[in-house]
């Protein structure tokens, strides 16, 4: 048996890499409109930065790749990109280099020791953002407004956002005591991640995949009615701005989210594409807090959400979304005889000029170099052929007219300059 890759990782070829980088290009000029620009973390971080102590999430608990080599400190593969980040804002100072609020955003590998799945894997890309310093509630809904436009940018129709708030401590708190209570009496039903959660951070609990139809989950009381007045207007001025905006949402006051940093608005975008099932959450954040604190930095709110790369493009192709075709190259360069490095240096000048070149490599017939032309879809073909060059000449053929020249080598890039534009003004 051969090699294959390890379980819950995929390699992505040509076709996919395509469509990643036109989907990643899509991503950055929105982000760049919004006026974020990205930061770059290390893949690892030490341990503590992601295992925050009291920390009841599945991913920290139970998801992380941690290790430790030669006993220097433990290391773990990021599962998440917030954390570093914010990390990396303390670090840096950014504070108080920077214009607030910092707006970043990143993209990259992230690691999850989970059961794959489709749309779930081991290691999976994310792209998100942080905005940090600005406690706003129209930050929060420009925030949701990014990522929204990302998808209907890329034409995705089949989408809607859940957003619910778990208000400010104050209110958590009350409200962490009254599901206290009320899961007292029937905690011992509920599964043994429950029961952690229970006393870690019962809020969890409505997360809960195993025990959701559980009736205590069902009749468990609504946060909304614990919110104080403060997070009630909070909340009410995120919706409103998202009315503005025209983006449909729905209210979720079920809707917890797996990390434990969140304060106020929580939100999750998710497809109602059939194909979706049970991975259809596209992105999802919410504002935190406490985290640039955690991190020694000053005390500043942010808020940010992450978007799944490989859920996103499960989407694209369920939605039936096109991308650009291979379009075909520029030039081929085609050898006959002995022709030395000739049609290297013919290459080398015409890519140079911006021309996506190809070349036999191959030393095969004339036909056969026709052939790769046909396949490759070649604008123009070079014939470097052994007696022209005895007079420094080449002939150069363009494939649409038919049209074939006999031209000093000096001049190709001129003739290509030449012919391709007429054909972009054509076209
Ligand atoms: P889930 O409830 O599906 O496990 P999560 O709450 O763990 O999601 P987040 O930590 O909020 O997810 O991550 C943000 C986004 O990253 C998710 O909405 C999803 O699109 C994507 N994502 C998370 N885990 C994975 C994974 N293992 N494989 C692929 N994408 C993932
Ligand atoms: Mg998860």
């Keep these: 048996m051969g090699y294959q890759t ?13 469509k990643w980088l036109a989907v990643e290009s899509l991503i950055r000029s929105v982000c760049s409109v919004y006026g974020y620009d ?5 893949i690892f971080e030490s341990t503590p930065v992601f ?17 430790s080599i030669n006993g220097e400190d433990s290391l773990t593969l990021r599962p998440e990109g917030t954390a570093g980040i914010i990390r990396s804002f303390v670090e840096h100072k950014m504070y108080g280099r920077l214009e607030m609020p910092a707006k970043i955003y990143y993209m990259g590998e992230m690691f999850r020791y989970e059961r794959p799945q489709k749309g779930r894997y081991r290691q999976f890309n994310q792209f998100g953002i942080e ?40 209110s958590r708190n009350n409200y962490r005591t009254a599901l206290k209570e009320h899961f007292k009496d029937c905690i011992g039903e509920l599964c043994s991640d429950c029961q952690r959660r229970y006393e870690q951070n019962p809020l969890r609990i409505l997360d809960c995949k195993v025990d959701h139809e559980h009736p205590s989950l069902v009749s468990a009381p609504s946060l909304q009615d ?3 007045d403060e997070s009630r207007e909070y909340f009410n001025e995120v919706l409103a701005a998202l009315d503005a905006l025209e983006i449909p949402y729905e209210i979720d006051d079920r809707l917890v ?24 959450t596209v992105f999802a954040g919410g504002r935190y807090d406490n985290l640039v604190q955690y991190f020694g930095g000053p005390e500043m709110s942010g808020v940010g959400f992450a978007m799944g790369m490989e859920r996103l493009m499960i989407l694209c192709e369920a939605e039936g979304i096109k991308f ?24 080398t000048s015409l890519r140079a000029a911006g021309y996506v070149t190809e070349m036999d490599v191959l030393k095969r017939g004339l036909k056969a170099q026709f052939k790769s032309v046909d396949r490759k879809k070649a ?49």
Excluded at 134 to 154: M, N, Q, R, W
Aim: proline share 3%.
């Design 6 to 18: 390890p379980r819950g990782t995929q390699d992505l070829l040509q076709d996919d890499t395509r």
């Design 38 to 42: 990205e930061v770059r973390t290390p």
């Design 51 to 67: 295992k925050r102590e009291n920390d009841s999430s599945d991913m920290v608990n139970k998801e992380m790749y941690t290790f």
């Design 131 to 170: 905005n940090i310093g600005a406690k706003s509630p129209i930050v929060d809904a420009e925030t949701i407004a990014l990522g929204y436009s990302i998808l209907k940018a890329l034409g995705l129709s089949q989408v809607k956002v859940l957003i619910n708030t778990l208000g400010d401590d104050e």
């Design 226 to 228: 614990y919110l104080n």
């Design 257 to 280: 989210r797996g990390l434990d940093y969140y304060t106020h608005t929580v939100f999750e975008v998710v497809s109602t594409h059939p194909e979706s099932g049970s991975q259809a």
């Design 324 to 347: 650009d075709e291979d379009e075909g190259i520029d030039c081929y360069i085609m050898s006959l005889g002995n022709v030395k490095n000739v049609p290297l240096q013919v290459a």
């Design 379 to 427: 604008k123009i073909a070079v014939i470097v052929g052994e007696s022209e060059l005895a007079n420094h000449q080449v002939n150069i053929k363009n494939i649409a007219t038919q049209e074939q020249i006999t031209v000093n080598i000096d001049e190709v890039v001129d003739v290509v300059d030449k012919w391709l534009m007429s054909e972009s003004l054509e076209g």
